[in-house]
């Protein structure tokens, strides 16, 4: 079971970013529950854990010292950006080994890909999450909350939905996350008849003893040798 820990950034008394009465702490929680939501209902082998799925601080220290207690597989931080710039960037440890590079890189494409953002690039960083994590782990910082056109994008669900997909699908990507198989569709109507089969009898008696209870019980019924 792959083990993936979601930190959305910020929360209770420290907001984040904010611009035009909206808060980077909201966002961030909106696309993380999304991010879980779609894991799983769409994907198998995977269990997610999250810092936080309301309104509350956990310190810095308490996010990534459950990811490491919980021994997760990755370690994801979803911020919004703030400075007044434009699009999307993600940040490894400074000093991360290879193998985050690689993690980092394929996510970064495909949110770009998803979502149509400006590439702001492949980033490092010597934020706390990074470094302190056991696991590899990027963070990642969707749009700018005090870019107007950025902002009018993030208060609408739908592109917030497209940002989390875009999110899972450069996880599953790079992990090889297997999608769940979609139930089988039933039949369809064509017009045609629908028949029931009521019984099968070596002996003819036995058989026409069927017919007749059927009959009787006001239903069309026939006997035949089948070869």
């Excluded at 629908?194 to 009787?216: I, S």
Aim: aromatic letters at 10%; hydrophobic letters at 35%; charged letters at 25%.
């Amino acid at each position: 079971m792959f083990k993936l820990f979601v930190d959305p950034g910020h929360g209770g008394n420290d907001p984040g970013a904010t611009s035009g009465g909206y808060e980077e702490e909201d966002f961030t929680l909106d696309i993380g529950l999304r991010i879980r939501q779609i894991i799983q209902e769409e994907y198998t082998g995977v269990e997610v854990k999250m810092s936080r799925t309301k309104d509350v601080y956990p310190s810095l220290d308490d996010r990534v010292g459950a990811a490491n207690r919980w021994g997760a597989d990755f370690f994801l931080s979803i911020h919004i950006n703030a400075g007044g710039g434009d699009g999307f960037e993600s940040y490894r440890y400074t000093s991360a080994y290879s193998k985050t590079e690689a993690i980092q890189k394929t996510l970064h494409q495909e949110i770009v890909k998803g979502t149509g953002w400006k590439d702001r690039g492949v980033k490092k960083a010597g934020y706390y999450v990074l470094k302190n994590t056991k696991m590899p782990a990027v963070l990642t910082e969707n749009l700018f909350i005090d870019n107007p056109s950025n902002l009018k994008l993030l208060k609408q669900a739908s592109v917030r939905e497209k940002c989390a997909r875009a999110h899972v699908a450069g996880m599953a990507k790079a992990f090889g996350w297997k999608k769940k198989q979609a139930a089988p569709k039933p039949p369809q109507d064509s017009g045609g008849l629908w028949v029931v089969q009521c019984g099968a009898f070596k002996d003819k008696k036995n058989a026409e003893e069927l017919k007749a209870k059927l009959q009787k019980a006001g239903f069309n019924a026939y006997v035949y040798l089948k070869s």
